[in-house]
């Protein structure tokens, strides 16, 4: 399968207008979740606050959130697909550009020294674009994510020692959900990376958060730990909007990977109520969108 690069181009345009106005049928099921297990009234108002903002952005096909975020996008690609790997970035930062004045979006990126603002949501190494590879015939997906700052400056990352265990993990996260407070704009998604070197225990974080609810670490001591931590995290009454209640979190993900014998690193990314996302899927009949 040959990728058309046009198509790439308008699907990173369509991909980005979409995410920020749709939200995944999970993050809504997730509201509905919580909705029906609150106990504190004050959530209980937050909660269906949130719930009528995301359908009052649909109904009128508004953004769900004035932040539209620093633009990734994740692009996977199977067997036998023929793609210029340049030219299909290119064609992405085209379509990004494209989205921001077509729309038109309020861009949100800056140079990080001039705080000059090119209003194109480009700029050096942005949008992020991550290119992974499947053992799946004639697949090609660009996943979309808008990830704000709010969500965004609550990120952390821990060189624990070995000797300290899977304590040290569990004492991070929670100390992490508690510095991060209503700044994040609960409900979120906490992401959690363990292992590997630190870049990649970070890119592990942001992997997990951005994970759609209801999936499960594929390893199971990660999955286990998982269900142990958003127990204690919902226990800490932070709550929707960080004005208490039951709901501080949708989820703790945990993504893993192999790490030093002297090494136990760990890092958290977490993601807003508003876990946006969208997804294209290029076929030789053509390109489907989804989520």
Sequence with gaps: MKIDLPAVEEAAKELYIRALKILPPDIKAGFTKLTESETAPTAQSVLAIMVTNIQVAEDTENMLCQ????????????????????????????????ATHEHPLRSSVVHPITRKNEHSSCG???????????????????????KGSGSENNSFLK?????????????????????????????????????????????????????????????????????????????????????????TAFAVHIELAATHITMNPVAVNM?????????????????????
Excluded: W
Aim: include cysteine.
């Design 67 to 98: 932040d539209t975020g620093l633009p990734i996008y994740n692009v996977t690609i199977g067997r036998n697909v023929s793609v210029d790997g340049h030219a299909l970035m290119q064609a992405i930062r085209r379509g990004c550009e494209r």
């Design 124 to 146: 050096a190494g942005v949008p992020v674009i991550h290119i992974d590879f499947s053992d799946t015939d004639e697949l090609f997906d660009i996943e979309m994510i808008p």
């Design 159 to 247: 060189m624990a020692i070995p000797a300290e265990g899977v304590d040290a993990i569990k004492t991070f996260v929670i100390d992490c959900v508690l510095a991060a407070g209503g700044k994040t704009c609960p409900p979120t998604i906490i992401g959690v990376g363990v292992g590997g070197t630190s870049d990649l225990c970070v890119a592990l974080a942001k992997r997990a958060a951005t994970r759609p609810l209801g999936s499960v670490c594929s390893d199971p001591e990660g999955a286990k730990l998982e269900t142990q931590l958003l127990k204690a995290v919902n226990l800490l009454g932070v709550g929707p909007q960080g004005l208490g209640g039951d709901s």
């Design 271 to 291: 993601q807003c109520h508003s876990a946006r996302r969208a997804r294209a899927r290029f076929s030789p009949s053509g390109v489907a969108y989804g989520f």
